[in-house]
């Protein structure tokens, strides 16, 4: 009777043990690798080496977690690097600046592609509304080349900044600009142009001096 008990009591110790094992990888599944299987197995039992290897496994498993989030953590802070670039390259591509009181120029240099150019035009608007602009001077003196779609940025460009009460001018055009221009048959009847920035800003306040005068 008391062998039966000892076999009883052994067998539900063994399954208590495997239960505990179950446990333990259920929590493993759902993400928590701090938990453990305990055994008070004697050395070389069969469960005891399973609860080894289960344990071994989730302190590996553990460790990968740790290095995965480190990596992720990296990652996220070189993208947000990557971003505040972006922001800062962004700002400094499109530099507008009050040349003189209600003046804003905007240089452009380089390739003008559609977001670059709605990129512009938000910034610019947003200019002269802050700064209560009454003249927004355009410069593309750095600009070598111009296509129809270009051609039609400038022109998208001029219409908004003319809807905010704001006189747009264009200056810089270069004679090779000028001549694709007159063949693409681009209308520039709504910009004002000027031959350099100087030119169009001693304009400007000839013009406004005149008035006031």
Known sequence: MSELMNTEDAEAALFDHIVD?????ADVGSGDYTTRVKSSLPAGHPLG?????VNQMIDSLAGEQEK???YRLELEEKVAMIETQRAAIRELSTPIIEVWEGILCLPIVGVLDSTRSAEMTEALLSAIVEKEARCSIIDITGIQVMDTATADHFL????SVKLLGSECVLTGVHPN???TM???GVDLSE???HRSLRNALTNYLDRTSSATS
């Open 68 to 70: 995965a989030a480190s």
């Open 177 to 179: 600009i000028a001549q």
């Open 49 to 53: 080496t399973l609860t080894s290897s």
């Open 191 to 193: 910009v004002i142009t």
């Open 156 to 159: 998208r460009m001029a219409r």
């Open 21 to 25: 094992v179950l446990v333990v990888l």
């Open 182 to 184: 007159v063949h693409m």
